[in-house]
């Protein structure tokens, strides 16, 4: 044989479903019997294997190993493996959303002040409290900082102007409609 095509190396293989326990897979002869018939009982031998033989041993190796990761998730093959795996991070995903908008909804509810959002993350984090509306509400008791200053509603930036409309007769006048118009929407609108 070639020099190149050989590989020295002790290995000892354990016999696998697919292997025959009657032959030895680098040779193809009989495993050595003393003369009771059984297997001699002599430590292995170092061996010498083909690149061939050694490819052949890892690729069985190395295909055991991938259909046991398939068995554990439950997919036949790699592709399955990738779209479970997509799932997954899709998965955490929506559930950083959740947390996120019921972290939300909690400051809103307890009229938290927006600009101190981050400073409740940071020391919910720094106490290494789990954040719910609950464990918020005990730590406003001691923290109302936390909170709006005015618990009044914000007020719009334009004031709100009503019209009355009169229930006398009604002019169905271009012009009178035009006015209406007007005095509702704004006159910068008609001009």
């Given at each position: ?69 398939f068995n554990k998730y439950g997919v036949k093959d ?114």
């Amino acid at each position: 044989m070639d020099n190149e095509n050989q590989v020295t190396s002790v290995v000892t293989e354990q016999p696998t479903g697919t292997d025959s326990p009657a032959t030895n897979e680098s040779t193809g002869s009989a495993p050595e019997t003393n003369a009771t018939g059984s297997k001699s009982a002599s430590q292995p031998a170092e061996r010498t294997f083909t690149r061939d033989e050694v490819t052949r041993i890892l690729k069985r190796r190395i295909d055991r190993y991938q259909n046991s990761v398939f068995n554990k998730y439950g997919v036949k093959d790699s592709t399955e493996l990738d779209a479970l795996f997509e799932k997954a991070k899709g998965y955490d995903d929506i559930i950083k959303s959740r947390d996120e908008l019921t972290e939300k909804v909690a400051f809103l509810g307890n009229n938290i002040n927006p600009d101190r959002y981050d400073d409740i993350r940071t020391y919910f984090k720094g106490k290494g409290l789990q954040f719910s509306e609950d464990e918020l509400k005990r730590q406003l008791e001691t923290h109302p900082e936390w909170l709006n200053k005015s618990s009044e509603p914000e007020k719009p930036s334009k004031p709100i102007t009503t019209i009355k409309v009169g229930t006398g007769t009604h002019s169905s006048s271009p012009t009178g409609e035009k006015e209406l118009a007007k005095k509702i929407f704004g006159d910068d609108l008609f001009d």
